[in-house]
């Protein structure tokens, strides 16, 4: 079982950086990959970055990081525009711990989400 917090969301102005942060709650000795997701009302829930246990990451305009001693993983946006509000998701994936997935259905365990706001 691993239980995911998000957080670091914020109303920002167009242009502006935020890094959102996960951060994990896991036995010890636990593996996974991350994957952050997000998602507008209404709409399909959008892949955006994925990491595996060992620093494998999909590359993006957004730059995914982690410390597993800090059982935390990072999402760096920069020059951020209005079509990124949404809330953000992080999810991990037990079973391929090893690997990336940018399908949301193939992650067992999800946080609660923060929100991103950009604004003028």
């Known amino acids: 079982q691993v239980q995911l917090v998000e957080s670091g969301g914020r109303l920002v102005q167009p242009g502006d950086s935020l890094r959102l942060s996960c951060t994990a709650s896991a036995p010890t000795g636990t593996k996974y990959s991350v994957g952050w997701f997000r998602q507008v009302p209404g709409k399909e829930r959008e892949f955006v970055a994925a990491?595996?246990w060992g620093g494998t990451s999909v590359l993006g305009r957004s730059t995914i990081s982690r410390d597993n001693a800090k059982n935390t993983v990072w999402l760096q946006m920069d020059n951020l525009e209005p079509e990124d509000t949404a809330v953000y998701y992080c999810?991990?994936?037990?079973?391929?711990?090893?690997?990336?997935?940018?399908?949301?259905?193939?992650?067992?365990?999800w946080g609660q989400g923060t929100q991103v706001t950009v604004s003028s």
């Open positions: 999810a991990a994936d037990v079973l391929r711990w090893d690997t990336t997935n940018n399908n949301a259905p193939g992650y067992a365990y």
């Open positions: 990491i595996s």
